[in-house]
């Protein structure tokens, strides 16, 4: 009990630094975005680290009798020009420079001073790693003063015990997960931590095995990899293979790559084997034996699309990002190699994959495929599936599970979602859930579908006038809600026609409103929720009439927290509009 609520103090800690954090640079002119934070925030924090980190490097050489020649020397050193330090070991206020100083320093002395180690140091190094980073990145942060306020507030952070640098990861993903969900850009960035440790408890990657991600991202995998095969070490030659030789990544974004490397390093893997370069540039005819790797674990970007000299390189062409990712894997994939691989679920179905689709099935064993709801990816409003295959042997039998779930904002995915999964996949048992295709019943589309037969899907027999007349209700059905969620926030309003005018304009329907929503976007399913949420509002509604005033504001708190399942139902198929105008 005393180390979880040592866990729980340590985890508090950081967040409530982490926010003050934020709300310093959200009034700094330098800083205007969700993204920025994250990477300013970034740099100072991993320059924190890396002096704890070399600290505790001293301590040990000094138990040793050995001396520790520091990597950031002399006046670059945290407690020199961050935080200085008296003849006592106090902060030296007097020292410390601020304002206009303090950016001098950083823009004309630090970072080139960092800049320079990929001059001085060999590539496979640390030293040419933090280089990378400094390289790739710059100071955006434009007061002294804010700045001062972010490097006084990072150290009081302390990263010298496993249970400080645990709890700071887990943070730093929070943190992550939050740069996703700012905008698109973001968004490549981040897949949800539950699933990826799911796949990689699925995998299950030994050491002595290579690990890759051909389009890391923020190099969540590689970092959950890491973390699944560190609890196997038990000598220093493990612990070498893994810091060296065990972790492969390829990364084209800057902000992503430098995200990568530190993220990592946070981690504990010192000197990360990530580079900077499109991957699709590369050949598959001059990918070598000796470049494959044991465990590919990644999700690719889709929806994107590269120059038509690029689609050359591979031999089923494309203009889908994803589709010329794939057959990037399954060329760098070892025989008897393993891969995890996330993909828009429109791959196991669409015309213009039906020859990957062939090739994946010929060449690997597809002997798993995990379908996902949309809500997994926050904000992303779209369905995808896990690609679970072994190269070297064609496929035979192909088991499904179906994660039947409603995910939102408020209630994400957890590992606990996904614990019946990994527990039916050891044996490819049958249930409600999941089921088993053999691929000898497919026709020459090869549509692998996910087809739960264990579930009869409801036919809407009802006739195209029946339907429409159907609309018509639901939409007289969202003009009431609309209403009524006037009546309720501004009661004093209600003879106003706050919400009549509005829904009186006769304009054409926004995609993006709840009415279209409503009555194009939602499933069946969601249609039944939907209707049962607004039953409930119109009873809490009745039950208002003629109750006092505290009873009334009781009902209107419950009717809120319905309006919010309802809003929760429809958020997944709204536009992100922040992320427009950031994006703009």
């Known amino acids: 009990?005393?180390?979880?609520?040592?866990?729980?103090?340590?985890?508090?800690?950081?967040?409530?630094?982490?926010?003050?954090?934020?709300?310093?640079l959200h009034h700094d002119d330098g800083c205007s975005t969700a993204l920025d934070y994250v990477e300013q925030s970034s740099w100072?924090?991993?320059?924190?680290?890396?002096?704890?980190?070399?600290?505790?490097?001293?301590?040990?050489?000094?138990?040793?009798?050995?001396?520790?020649?520091r990597i950031i020397a002399g006046e670059y050193q945290w407690n020199e020009w961050?935080?200085?330090?008296?003849?006592?070991g106090n902060y030296d206020v007097k020292r410390a420079l601020v304002g206009d100083d303090l950016i001098e320093f950083v823009n004309q002395n630090l970072f080139p001073y960092l800049q320079n180690f990929t001059e001085k140091y060999d590539v496979d190094t640390i030293e040419y790693k933090v280089g990378i980073i400094f390289t790739n990145i710059k100071n955006?942060?434009?007061?002294?003063?804010?700045?001062?306020?972010?490097?006084?507030?990072?150290?009081?952070?302390?990263?010298?015990?496993?249970?400080?640098?645990?709890?700071m990861t887990q943070i730093y993903e929070d943190r992550?997960?939050?740069?996703?969900?700012?905008?698109?850009?973001?968004?490549?960035?981040?897949?949800?931590?539950?699933?990826?440790?799911?796949?990689?408890?699925?995998?299950?990657?030994?050491?002595?095995?290579?690990?890759?991600?051909?389009?890391?991202?923020?190099?969540?995998?590689?970092?959950?990899?890491?973390?699944?095969?560190?609890?196997?070490?038990?000598?220093?030659?493990?612990?070498?293979?893994?810091?060296?030789?065990?972790?492969?990544?390829?990364?084209?974004?800057?902000?992503?790559?430098?995200?990568?490397?530190?993220?990592m390093i946070l981690h504990g893997v010192q000197s990360p084997n990530i580079?900077?370069?499109?991957?699709?540039?590369?050949?598959?005819?001059?990918?070598?034996?000796?470049?494959?790797?044991?465990?590919?674990?990644?999700?690719?970007?889709?929806?994107?699309?590269?120059?038509?000299?690029?689609?050359?390189?591979f031999p089923i062409k494309s203009s889908e990002t994803a589709y010329m990712f794939m057959q990037h894997f399954m060329r760098m994939l070892k025989a008897g190699g393993r891969a995890g691989i996330v993909i828009k679920?429109?791959?196991?179905?669409?015309?213009?994959?039906k020859l990957l689709r062939k090739k994946l099935l010929e060449e690997c064993n597809l002997h798993t495929i995990l379908d996902l709801p949309s809500g997994v990816f926050t904000g992303a409003g779209v369905k995808t599936v896990v690609l679970f295959f072994t190269k070297g042997e064609p496929t035979e039998k192909i088991w499904y599970?179906?994660?039947?779930?409603?995910?939102?904002?408020?209630?994400?995915?957890?590992?606990?979602?996904?614990?019946?999964?990994?527990?039916?996949?050891?044996?490819?048992?049958?249930?409600?859930?999941?089921?088993?295709?053999?691929?000898?019943?497919?026709?020459?589309?090869?549509?692998?579908?996910?087809?739960?037969p264990h579930k009869v899907e409801e036919v809407d027999e009802r006739t195209p006038g029946e339907i429409f007349k159907s609309l018509v209700k639901l939409e007289d059905r969202a003009a009431e809600l609309m209403e009524k969620l006037g009546w309720t926030l501004w009661p004093e309003d209600e003879d106003d026609g706050l919400f009549g005018e509005y829904l009186s304009e006769d304009e054409d329907e926004d995609e993006d409103s709840i009415n279209y929503i409503v009555k194009y976007r939602l499933t069946e399913e969601e249609k039944r929720e939907y209707a049962v949420l607004e039953k409930q509002v119109d009873e809490l509604e009745a039950k208002r009439v003629g109750v006092s005033e505290e009873e009334q504001n009781r009902l209107r708190h419950k009717i809120m927290e319905l309006f919010a399942k309802m809003e929760d139902i429809t958020d997944r198929y709204q536009k992100d509009v922040y992320s427009e105008e950031d994006e703009a």
């Open 1 to 24: 009990m005393h180390y979880i609520n040592t866990l729980r103090n340590i985890l508090m800690a950081f967040e409530s630094k982490f926010k003050a954090i934020d709300n310093t």
């Open 44 to 69: 100072v924090l991993f320059l924190k680290y890396f002096d704890d980190l070399e600290k505790t490097r001293e301590q040990a050489a000094e138990l040793e009798e050995k001396t520790y020649e």
């Open 82 to 88: 961050a935080m200085p330090l008296d003849n006592e």
């Open 140 to 167: 955006k942060i434009s007061s002294g003063y804010n700045l001062r306020d972010v490097i006084e507030r990072v150290d009081e952070l302390k990263f010298q015990t496993a249970e400080n640098r645990h709890e």
């Open 176 to 263: 992550l997960k939050q740069m996703g969900n700012a905008g698109r850009n973001g968004g490549e960035y981040y897949t949800p931590r539950p699933l990826i440790r799911t796949i990689v408890k699925s995998i299950n990657p030994q050491i002595g095995e290579t690990v890759y991600d051909g389009a890391c991202g923020s190099a969540g995998f590689l970092c959950e990899a890491y973390t699944y095969m560190h609890e196997k070490v038990t000598n220093a030659s493990e612990e070498e293979t893994l810091q060296t030789k065990t972790f492969y990544g390829k990364e084209l974004k800057g902000l992503a790559y430098i995200i990568a490397m530190m993220n």
């Open 275 to 313: 580079i900077r370069t499109n991957t699709l540039t590369e050949n598959l005819s001059n990918i070598t034996p000796s470049e494959q790797k044991n465990v590919i674990l990644a999700n690719p970007p889709f929806g994107g699309s590269e120059r038509e000299e690029v689609q050359q390189n």
């Open 345 to 353: 679920n429109t791959f196991l179905s669409n015309g213009d994959a």
């Open 401 to 452: 599970y179906q994660l039947d779930k409603h995910f939102t904002k408020t209630q994400p995915l957890t590992e606990d979602d996904l614990a019946d999964f990994l527990k039916l996949q050891q044996t490819k048992a049958d249930s409600e859930n999941s089921w088993t295709l053999d691929i000898a019943s497919l026709g020459e589309d090869y549509d692998l579908s996910v087809k739960n």
